[in-house]
């Protein structure tokens, strides 16, 4: 089962910031926080993930609470082709069964014109 | 270039076939993964292999069996489909056993009648 939790769906004016959020109370220390997303009918991007600090990078920023039971991802301009589903899982970073991808429902973010 | 690509994109067969999903990824990964959306559109994770050897076997029934001649190549042999076993299954890839950053392919829609 998922350890997060997202709300089932979103909208966002084109060009305006999408803040979607995420809960993980139950979080561990050793666990990362991933964002994915998946485009309609296309395979699961890779979007951007973090342990305590905030990221950046060229697709979006990750902001992670202090007692990181929370995090946003932040898609600073949205345009029409962010509209997918993203999802938000925590994991550790070990390799095997441990560390599997499980993907909950995500949140359907829609950008619109 | 694409980097984890799949073949075939769609794959009608009747229940009680045997089929076979091939998969590669060019990006000089040693971990790749098989995974299943059904359509609830829940993706869940099938079996994980690095550098040929098997190392995820997430309880996939035995009529499932992945064969991964390289580690650039990681196909899926399905024996006796069934109706359940209608889904898209996308194929990925990480640079190591960590997995933490996977690449998606597009997917195979496999429908069985």
């Known amino acids: 089962d998922a350890k997060t939790t997202q709300p089932p769906s979103m909208d966002c004016a084109e060009g305006r910031a999408a803040n979607l959020p995420c809960n993980h109370s139950t979080i561990s220390g050793n666990e990362y926080v991933y964002w994915y997303r998946q485009i309609h009918s296309q395979g699961p991007q890779y979007i951007i993930h973090?342990?305590?600090n905030n990221e950046t990078n060229e697709m979006a920023s990750l902001i992670i609470t202090e007692d990181r039971k929370s995090s946003t991802l932040i898609l600073p301009h949205a345009t029409l082709r962010d509209t997918a589903v993203y999802y938000c899982?925590?994991?550790?970073?070990?390799?095997?069964?441990?560390?599997?991808?499980?993907f909950g429902k995500g949140t359907k973010l829609s950008v619109k014109p | 270039d694409t980097a984890v690509s799949q073949t075939p994109k769609y794959l009608v067969t009747q229940m009680g076939n045997d089929k076979s999903i091939k998969c590669e990824q060019n990006?000089?990964?040693?971990?790749m993964y098989w995974y299943k959306q059904d359509s609830k559109k829940f993706l869940k994770i099938m079996f994980s292999?690095?550098?040929?050897?098997?190392?995820i076997n997430e309880t996939v029934p035995n009529r499932f069996s992945p064969k991964s001649p390289d580690k650039a190549h990681l196909n899926l042999h399905i024996n006796s489909l069934e109706l359940g076993d209608s889904a898209v299954y996308f194929c990925?890839?990480?640079?190591?056993?960590?997995?933490?950053?996977?690449?998606f392919g597009p997917g195979t829609r496999l429908t069985v009648l």
């Open positions: 990925a890839s990480s640079q190591d056993r960590q997995g933490g950053t996977q690449y």
């Open positions: 990006l000089g990964h040693d971990t």
């Open positions: 973090g342990l305590k």
């Open positions: 292999y690095n550098n040929k050897e098997l190392i």
């Open positions: 899982i925590v994991r550790v970073n070990y390799g095997g069964s441990q560390g599997n991808l499980i």
